[in-house]
């Protein structure tokens, strides 16, 4: 069935120099899925798929469960009697500290990420989990250890926790790279959005637990400690699944490692799939390296035939990030203990984001990617309108009332939109020649803002309070609409490779036109 397209095309005197900005409408998809036939459940086996998918869950549980449990935690190490530390007045005092303590695993995931990003590709998406299990048991260690600190100076106890959550920090931008990424180059095309966004449903498990945790150890001195030292368990056995599924099979095919990229379908896919599909991906690269000569112009990353994806993917991320709902949980109990409410109001929006998430999970594939990420930046434009009017300084039972269902709107609607669809994107748009370093770059991105948003939050709260600081997220919500109307595609449906291949197709029509025509202008064709 033919697909209209509208393609805008800029004057420019060679394709290097003006560069599209975008490739067609924003409201139709790339293409029907062509390439490949559609995998289903008969193709691939279930138990394989469920192995391959539960270390870069776990992995993922465990960047989420630190979320829920700082929560708890930056309220006991400034507590007098909970700390369980001498230096717990230096953290009750300085709003910046306790900002630099939450913000430390952001830190941490921008120096992962950064490292990977820089040495793209170097090693495999699998080993990428395996290495950030191991920081996670080596950072939890040292934050278990700093809470035990009660003869220690400030200096040495801060230092000691600092640095755990900064190593703890790294294995998380390490695995959220791995993780991704080898859940879209490993998993069948009919469930990759189902996978993907399923692990951002582990996130969100992870945080819940983490509030559980938290609950638990609040009123014991030194909890915070503990409730950290926890994650070693699980992070352990990370390492050990890192042992029993595959290396990415597209990984080891870019590799030239084709006997392993065949064993690693193989452990997929059944009988003679398997070999059907090593056969596309196969056809794929010789494809890819046909249609991209050698090229010595060829910028890598920044090429400007990758400028779409590129803007598409990472936007989606910073906007994940400065609309603010990531850095709320981190001090959701605080905040609801500045709006009277009490510690169980945390829990109850951990469970709340749980089950929104997972609706996500089992329409992403369903309704499209931008039909979720419009629903979901809707319904927090709405409820962070109401945060920003409804005085926090109110205590009557309606304005708490108000309160609390605008928090739980307010982070439903990321996990309709922003939260599974943001990393779901980033493991498609990106082609495979750079998806490493940009999977790096967009994880960069991410916790670099989260970085940001998590130190300033308290300031920030502080200085002109929680209303005003929620118009602000609400006006970068209000622009969030326009850069996903205009700015990203869809791409329900569709293998990796001919995401790629029509990103390709659609530059290189647009740069011809460009060349053509002296002004710009909008050109309607049908692509059968």
């Known amino acids: ?44 086996a279930l138990l394989s798929v469920a192995l391959l998918f539960s270390a870069p869950a776990l992995g993922g549980a465990l960047f989420g ?6 929560s ?10 909970l700390s369980g530390v001498s230096w717990w007045d230096a953290v009750a005092n300085s709003p910046a500290l306790q900002g630099l303590i939450v913000a430390a695993v952001s830190a941490g995931a921008l120096l992962g990420s950064a490292a990977l990003f820089l040495f793209p590709d170097r090693i495999g998406r699998r080993t990428e989990l395996r290495i950030g299990a191991t920081l996670y048991v080596v950072g939890a260690a040292l934050e278990l250890w700093a809470s035990s600190s ?10 000691a926790l600092l640095a755990g959550r900064l190593i703890y920090g790294t294995g998380v931008g390490v695995t959220m790279h791995g993780a991704p990424t080898y859940l879209s180059e490993q998993s069948p095309s009919s469930i990759r959005g189902l996978l993907v966004s399923l692990k951002e449903a582990c996130i969100v498990l992870g945080i819940l637990l983490g509030y559980v945790v938290g609950v638990v150890f609040s009123t014991v001195s030194g909890g915070w400690g503990m409730t950290y030292g926890v994650t070693m368990v699980p992070a352990s056995l990370v390492f050990a699944l890192s042992f029993v599924v595959p290396e990415s099979c597209r990984w080891l095919l870019s590799q030239g490692r084709e006997s392993e990229a065949l064993t690693s379908l193989k452990f997929v896919f059944l009988g003679d799939f398997a070999e059907a599909e090593f056969g596309v991906l196969k056809n794929s690269q010789e494809d890819d390296a046909e249609g991209r000569p050698e090229n010595p112009n060829d910028k890598g990353i920044w090429d400007p035939s990758r400028r779409a994806p590129l803007v598409a993917g990472i936007g989606v991320i910073v906007l994940q990030q400065i609309t603010g709902q990531p850095s709320v949980l981190s001090y959701a109990t605080p905040i609801f203990q500045d709006f009277g409410l009490t510690n169980s109001a945390s829990v109850i929006l951990a469970v709340f984001k749980l089950v929104a998430t997972l609706c996500t999970v089992v329409t992403v594939d369903k309704y499209g990617r931008k039909n979720l990420l419009f629903a979901g930046c809707a319904l927090m434009l709405a409820a962070l309108l109401v945060l920003a009017a409804v005085p926090s300084t109110s205590q009557s039972q309606g304005a708490k009332g108000a309160i609390l269902a605008a928090m739980v709107v307010y982070i439903g609607g990321y996990q309709v939109g922003f939260g599974p669809i943001g990393w779901v994107l980033i493991s498609e748009v ?30 920030l709260q502080n200085w002109i309070g929680l209303n005003i600081t929620f118009a602000i997220f609400a006006v970068l919500t209000s622009y969030s609409i326009y850069f996903v109307k205009t700015k990203v595609p869809e791409t329900k449906g569709l ?34």
Not at 521 to 528: F, G, K, M, N
């Open 150 to 159: 009660n003869t220690w100076s400030a200096g040495a106890g801060l230092t």
């Open 72 to 81: 708890f935690a930056i309220v006991q190490i400034k507590d007098a009697d």
């Open 65 to 70: 469960y630190d979320i829920g449990a700082t």
């Open 430 to 459: 990106f082609p495979l020649s750079v998806r490493g370093q940009a999977v790096a770059l967009a994880v960069q991105m991410n916790f670099l803002f989260n970085m940001v948003v998590q130190f300033v939050f308290p300031i």
């Open 495 to 528: 293998s990796l490779e001919e995401i790629e291949q029509q990103f390709a197709n659609m530059y290189q029509q647009n740069t011809d036109d460009a060349v053509t025509h002296d002004q710009p202008h909008l050109v309607d064709r049908e692509i059968t």
């Open 1 to 44: 069935m033919p697909l209209p397209l509208a393609i805008a095309a800029t004057p420019m005197t060679d394709s290097e120099t003006h560069p599209p900005d975008s490739y067609q409408r924003a409201s139709e998809p790339l293409l029907s899925s062509t390439m490949s036939p559609p995998s289903d459940p008969s193709e691939y």
